[in-house]
T-cell receptor, first 116, second 110 residues
Framework: DGGITQSPKYLFRKEGQNVTLSCEQNLNHDAMYWYRQDPGQGLRLIYY???????QKGDIAEGYSVSREKKESFPLTVTSAQKNPTAFYLC???????????????FGPGTRLTVT | QKEVEQNSGPLSVPEGAIASLNCTYSDRVSQSFFWYRQYSGKSPELIMSIYSNGDKEDGRFTAQLNKASQYVSLLIRDSQPSDSATYLCALGGGYQKVTFGTGTKLQVIP
């Protein structure tokens, strides 16, 4: 079955530690995204990547880093510089578009990160 | 900066009724519009996409788009308790980026 997997489902870390969230897709999508969702708020874009070895900052990239070495994988590192890292992190993927029309994004199950 | 506005709700409807969810947006350039359903504690699930003015039907769901008035709506016919969730409106365009609204919480009362 095609889809997007994220691991782990729940993650607990101490303040000051970096943590890496995994995202893998087998949909053969070129584009991948990371969002953050806080209670009662919408989705905020952290980083996105349209092709391998290329990625762009989203609206709230500070304190995060990503890599895109393989088409299938787009891991997100939450660094100790991120002031409020506790949130629900969602990875998504879509076909790549080069114009104004956006393609549907499909989401993984998410990782709930708690930092204490 | 694109903005997407949704009433946070909750919108309560009795089982079997039509639920009407609305979304307005500020960006006239947007070409694609999406509705996602998000159950509590889960990730968003795409349920409808619409690109042209008018109505698009899929089962019990109908998406309506009016670009001149800058609104998009989602109708759910014969609402079921299992439809109780938060519905996110999203705008696509601008080279890959999608902007999401904060969602409307729907409660279907048995």
């Amino acid at each position: 079955d095609g889809g997007i997997t994220q691991s782990p489902k729940y993650l607990f870390r101490k303040e000051g530690q970096n943590v890496t969230l995994s995202c893998e897709q087998n949909l053969n999508h070129d584009a991948m995204y990371w969002y953050r969702q806080d209670p009662g708020q919408g989705l905020r874009l952290i980083y996105y990547s349209q092709i391998v070895n290329d990625f762009q900052k989203g609206d709230i990239a500070e304190g995060y880093s990503v890599s895109r070495e393989k088409k299938e994988s787009f891991p997100l590192t939450v660094t100790s510089a991120q002031k409020n890292p506790t949130a629900f992190y969602l990875c998504a993927s879509s076909r790549r578009n080069t114009g104004l029309e956006g393609y549907e994004q499909y989401f993984g199950p998410g990782t709930r990160l708690t930092v204490t | 900066q694109k903005e997407v506005e949704q009433n946070s709700g909750p919108l309560s409807v009795p089982e079997g009724a039509i639920a009407s969810l609305n979304c307005t947006y500020s960006d006239r350039v947007s070409q694609s519009f999406f509705w996602y359903r998000q159950y509590s504690g889960k990730s968003p699930e795409l349920i409808m996409s619409i690109y042209s003015n008018g109505d698009k039907e899929d089962g019990r769901f109908t998406a309506q788009l009016n670009k001149a008035s800058q609104y998009v709506s989602l109708l759910i016919r014969d609402s079921q308790p299992s439809d109780s969730a938060t519905y996110l409106c999203a705008l696509g365009g601008g080279y890959q980026k999608v902007t999401f609204g904060t969602g409307t919480k729907l409660q279907v009362i048995p």
